[in-house]
Nanobody, 125 residues
Framework: QVQLVESGGGSVQAGGSLRLSCVAS????????MGWFRQAPGKEREFVGA????????YYADSVQGRFTIWRDNAKKTLYLQMNSLKPEDTAVYSC??????????????????WGQGTQVTVSS
């Protein structure tokens, strides 16, 4: 069992930055690949990015590539998402999730077993 709690959301102007954190409870954080997803009002949840068990591999959606960075600290059981050059279209609830899988299929929600409650990110123009 893994419980996930996100923090770091807020309101920022376009071009600004935010850093999200996701703290996990349980002993097996390092056994899971971790991902970030987001859901904007009236839209389906979409993949943002993911990181492998060790942190050695990362995956990003095209829409955030080059602007967002994902990394993890297994000793602290924490996942991070650094978001730079934010745009109004990045406005959404951001959720972290844990997956027992690895590889390119991490962009699929069905690969994730545990989800956090989410944190709101609002980017104004």
């Amino acid at each position: 069992q893994v419980q996930l709690v996100e923090s770091g959301g807020g309101s920022v102007q376009a071009g600004g930055s935010l850093r999200l954190s996701c703290v996990a409870s349980g002993r097996t954080f390092s056994s899971y690949s971790m991902g970030w997803f987001r859901q904007a009002p009236g839209k389906e949840r979409e993949f943002v990015g993911a990181v492998s068990y060790s942190g050695g591999r990362t995956y990003y959606a095209d829409s955030v590539q080059g602007r967002f960075t994902i990394w993890r600290d297994n000793a602290k059981k924490t996942l991070y998402l650094q978001m730079n050059s934010l745009k109004p279209e990045d406005t959404a609830v951001y959720s972290c999730a844990a997956s027992p899988y690895s590889g390119d299929l991490l962009f699929r929600e069905i690969r994730y077993d545990y989800w956090g409650q989410g944190t709101q990110v609002t980017v104004s123009s």
